[in-house]
């Protein structure tokens, strides 16, 4: 519960109702730290609550979502990151941290091969590899399956289309 007063745990579980039986819950498990941990290095989101209705049925509680919000105007300082973040909405794929766990082994690696022959930085040889994987799937925004647009960039800067 942390970060939460138990007011705001109350009003939270008490607002959900159970999908098998409509009836409402009575307590939430949350997952061990390990768990937590190990749930988000393998795939990158957070585990979410584990609610209990009175009947014992179980469900999992919250869901993520998010609201494009348009002030009016355009404030053009923010242009690059508006730009950044509608790429980063038509991502395909996106790396989970234990991708980039991975690259920064076997680019280490592979820097130390290379340090031993060539005379390279091996943590110049890791960083670029790094980068390598989170350009490739930063690409998917461009060639996968929701390709980003001209309209996507046209709303971006100039959202009510004038």
């Not at 038509?90 to 290379?114: D, E, I, K, N, W």
């Not at 930085?121 to 690409?139: C, D, P, Q």
């Amino acid at each position: 519960m942390r970060g939460r007063s138990s007011a705001e745990w109350a009003v939270t579980v008490g607002s959900q109702r159970c999908p098998q039986c409509g009836k409402k819950p009575v307590g939430v498990v949350r997952a061990s730290p390990w768990d937590r941990t190990w749930h988000w290095f393998n795939s990158g989101t957070p585990v979410p609550d584990t609610m209990t209705c009175e009947d014992g049925h179980q469900w999992s509680s919250g869901s993520i979502s998010s609201v494009r919000v348009y002030r009016p105007g355009h404030d053009w300082a923010w242009l690059p990151v508006s730009l950044s973040r509608m790429v980063s909405r038509h991502r395909s794929m996106q790396a989970v941290p234990r991708t980039y766990v991975l690259a920064a082994v076997v680019g280490a690696l592979l820097g130390g091969l290379l340090e031993l022959l060539v005379g390279w930085s091996w943590w110049l040889v890791a960083l670029a590899f790094m980068a390598a994987v989170w350009l490739f799937f930063l690409s998917s925004a461009f060639w996968g399956p929701d390709p980003v647009r001209i309209d996507d960039i046209r709303d971006v800067i100039d959202p009510q289309g004038s």
